[in-house]
T-cell receptor, first 119, second 111 residues
Framework: ETGVTQTPRHLVMGMTNKKSLKCEQH?????MYWYKQSAKKPLELMFVYNFKEQTENNSVPSRFSPECPNSSHLFLHLHTLQPEDSALYLC????WGAGGLVGTQETQYFGPGTRLLVL | GQNIDQPTEMTATEGAIVQINCTYQ??????LFWYQQHAGEAPTFLSYNVLDGLEEKGRFSSFLSRSKGYSYLLLKELQMKDSASYLCAVRDQAGANNLFFGTGTRLTVIP
């Protein structure tokens, strides 16, 4: 039980479809993240939100559109995706501003992910 | 850019000890994390190091040398359930909580 939930767990979509991924955290955190995890590649940070404001967009194509209506919910809207976008999409949350001169142990807590297949 | 390196795969025997290494080159450093990820599941937090030395948590220990840009995760008394991927991640700055991950090391524990 990580306190971060994601729906759906699995999604198959065509290249012309529009779909949305949902993430919800019950940990009282104020930062939320989207990651892409492809086989044999590092977790790729896509977007970061802090107190509902986007603070990072890691050169993600515009066919991925994030939305953060409040600190507990995060969406990833998908449209006209490509087959190479097939991957595991992970959501995470954390406290923000985790360190001073010496960092704190406050880390990111991940949801179970959405396994996406684009045909 | 940030660079985190770890071996792709390792195999070890049940009951044995295994060490998973991680080297990093980042623009800053504010902590190193190890996560465990079973196939099809979320990464879960295992350990954290920000100062040099060894941190022990039960069967798992993690070591850090900041001058060498090096960490390892040590797993003792291996169990079959320890078969998973182990991810090394570096937080590069204070004031934010962005993590940079390695590709992960897939550990297979054999009887």
């Amino acid at each position: 039980e990580t306190g971060v939930t994601q729906t759906p767990r699995h999604l198959v979509m065509g290249m012309t479809n529009k779909k949305s991924l949902k993430c919800e955290q019950h940990l009282g955190h104020n930062a939320m993240y989207w990651y892409k995890q492809s086989a044999k590649k590092p977790l790729e940070l896509m977007f970061v939100y802090n107190f509902k404001e986007q603070t990072e967009n890691n050169s993600v194509p515009s066919r991925f559109s994030p939305e953060c209506p409040n600190s507990s919910h995060l969406f990833l809207h998908l449209h006209t995706l490509q087959p190479e976008d097939s991957a595991l999409y992970l959501c995470a949350s954390s406290p923000w501003g985790a360190g001073g001169l010496v960092g704190t142990q406050e880390t990111q807590y991940f949801g179970p992910g959405t396994r996406l297949l684009v045909l | 850019g940030q660079n985190i390196d770890q071996p792709t795969e390792m195999t070890a025997t049940e009951g044995a000890i295994v060490q998973i290494n991680c080297t990093y080159q980042t623009s800053g450093f504010n902590g190193l994390f190890w996560y465990q990820q079973h196939a099809g599941e979320a990464p879960t937090f295992l350990s954290y190091n920000v100062l040099d030395g060894l941190e022990e948590k039960g069967r798992f220990s993690s070591f850090l040398s900041r001058s060498k840009g090096y960490s390892y995760l040590l797993l003792k008394e291996l169990q079959m359930k320890d078969s998973a991927s182990y991810l090394c991640a570096v937080r590069d700055q204070a004031g934010a909580n962005n993590l940079f991950f390695g590709t992960g090391t897939r550990l297979t524990v054999i009887p």
